[in-house]
């Protein structure tokens, strides 16, 4: 059983910063941690993840803001926000991806997480 463990939404104002983070409560090895977002009305979309071998990959719309992290050895990953913008408001989720040894993908979600940006 995988329990992914998000912290660190909040209110901010346009311009600010806030990081996210999340645990996955797990002994296994994800070849892949990230998070995704979804806003009112939005289907949910990808903002960033990165690979066991940090290797990170960003939507067009966060780069040069946002820088995600992991710590493969506590199974972590962060996500630091800076520059944020009205648009980024949504509730933000922690993925990761399992792949076994027959390569066959499992995916696990935490519970999500609130990030509003309002002046």
């Known amino acids: 059983q995988v329990r992914l463990v998000e912290s660190g939404g909040g209110l901010v104002q346009p311009g600010g910063s806030l990081r996210l983070s999340c645990a996955a409560l797990?002994?296994?090895?994800?070849?892949?941690m990230g998070w995704y977002r979804q806003a009112p009305g939005k289907e949910r979309e990808l903002v960033a993840a990165i690979t066991t071998g940090s290797r990170p990959n960003y939507a067009d719309s966060v780069k040069g803001r946002f820088t995600i992290s992991r710590d493969n050895a506590k199974n972590t990953v962060d996500l630091q926000m800076n520059s944020l913008k009205p648009e980024d408001t949504a509730v933000y989720f922690c993925?990761?991806?399992?792949?076994?040894?027959?390569?066959?993908?499992?995916?696990?979600w935490g519970q999500g997480t609130q990030v509003t940006v309002s002046s």
């Open positions: 797990s002994s296994s090895s994800f070849n892949t």
């Open positions: 993925h990761a991806q399992l792949k076994d040894s027959l390569f066959r993908l499992y995916d696990y």
